[in-house]
Each structure stands twice: as structure tokens, then as C-alpha cells.
């Protein structure tokens, strides 16, 4: 199973062709472009269940919600995808958009809720040495380059000394690990296998963050 040449054409063309005249004409190749993609996406899922727990695969549509936008193109020009994992136990979740020029991998939280945001940063704040050292691990430095990614405030939370240690992170609203993909990448056979390889580093990272949401400050369970 591999994402072929003709899809990844198909995208370059729809976002040098981003209107609807254009993509009714060329429909067709659409359909046979969203199979592929489907197809693929299924293959990374079922490896995914190999070693996750996965509930929900979630295909995003192509099709834009220009509503409240200034961007009024009504197409998406890649084809994305977001697998969950089962379970209030499991935090986390997975992520790939395919996009000529634009392939990115990504796992983590991208908004945590409120509490969750807190329950994060306390940790943080009380011992930031188990995260740095997922985050040094020789496979996510590989994949990740041993950041995490997001959204971040200007200064410390309220209720946060701006000079504690471990600021970067507790000043941090998402934490992503993201991956970028050259458009080779894309096409060669090895990008499921890079996929796959590329979630599994993620696990250390989710199995911390999973046992952080789940406990209180004294490691006591609040499920």
C-alpha cells in the first residue's frame, strides 16, 4: 500500500485549481484520489492497532467551511486524518495531513481542556524530569527533534513563577510533536513504515501524559 503519484497529482492540481467548476469536472479523479488516500489510511490504522489501543478514525472533508473566513477557496488541498485511543485511561491522539509540499505527522494535545491545561502544568511545575527525558529519547529526537510544539503565552500562567526551570513547558497551551515530510518521503515506499515507526515513538510521551491526566499531584487515580 502506498499514497500513488496520481493522488498526489490530483492535490498540486485542486490547489492550483481551487473552484468548483474545476473540481466537478475532474470528480472523478477526486473519487479514485479519496479511495487511495481511504486506503492508506486504513492500512496505518490497522498498524496503529498492533501496539495502541485506537477508537475512532476520523477522514477530514475536502470540502472547506468558508463561512467565517476571509479565505473563500472551498477546498481543502490534502487529504488528512486523526485516529483516537479508547479509553478515559488513554490520552492522546494521532494525526497526518498529506499536502504537496506540506506533509506533516503529529500526536499530542493541541487544546487541552481547562483542568487538563492545569493538571499538565502543575506537574510540570512539581518535576519537569520525566518529560525531558521522553523528550531526549534517541527515536523521538529522530522523529520529533526532541520538541514539543504549540500555542504558548508571552509570560508564566497566572500563578506561575515566570523564572521556574521547567517555564518553556508550563507556558506552553498545546504540546505536539510534529513531523515534516519531504514530497519524496511521500511517494516512497517506506512512508507507511515511517508512519508507523513515527507513532510508536510517541508512546513513552503518551503513557506520561496519560498517567498525568489521570492522577492528582499525589499520584492518586481520579477515575
Avoid at 24 to 48: G, V
Avoid at 66 to 76: A, C, E, L
Avoid at 162 to 178: M, S, V
Wanted: zero cysteines; aromatic letters at 14%; proline letters at 2%.
Amino acid at each position: 500500500m502506498e499514497f500513488e503519484k496520481k493522488t498526489f497529482q490530483f492535490l498540486k492540481n485542486l490547489e492550483a485549481n481551487n473552484n468548483r467548476d474545476w473540481f466537478t469536472e475532474n470528480k472523478k479523479l477526486y473519487d479514485a484520489s479519496l479511495s487511495n488516500a481511504k486506503d492508506l489510511f486504513s492500512k496505518i490504522h490497522e498498524n496503529l492497532e498492533k501496539h495502541d489501543d485506537i477508537g475512532k478514525q476520523k477522514v477530514y472533508r475536502i470540502y472547506r467551511d468558508v463561512r467565517f473566513s476571509k479565505d473563500k477557496t472551498p477546498y481543502n488541498s490534502r487529504f488528512a486524518v486523526s485516529f483516537s485511543r479508547n479509553g478515559k485511561e488513554l490520552r492522546g491522539g494521532y494525526f497526518l495531513q498529506i499536502k504537496p509540499g506540506d506533509t506533516v505527522l503529529g500526536g499530542g494535545f493541541w487544546q487541552p481542556e481547562k483542568e487538563d491545561l492545569f493538571r499538565i502544568r502543575k506537574e510540570f511545575e512539581l518535576d519537569d524530569s520525566e518529560i525531558r527525558e521522553i523528550l531526549s529519547e534517541e527515536k523521538f529526537v529522530k522523529y520529533f527533534n526532541g520538541n514539543l510544539e504549540g500555542d504558548e503565552l508571552k509570560t508564566a500562567p497566572k500563578g506561575f513563577d515566570k523564572e521556574h526551570k521547567a517555564i518553556d513547558l508550563i507556558k506552553k497551551k498545546g504540546f505536539i510533536a510534529i513531523r515534516k515530510f519531504t514530497d519524496e518521503e511521500v511517494l516512497s515506499n517506506d512512508f507507511i513504515k515511517e508512519i508507523d515507526n513515527s507513532f510508536k515513538a510517541l508512546r513513552p510521551y503518551f503513557n506520561l501524559m496519560s498517567d498525568i491526566l489521570t492522577t492528582n499531584l499525589n499520584g492518586e487515580s481520579m477515575l
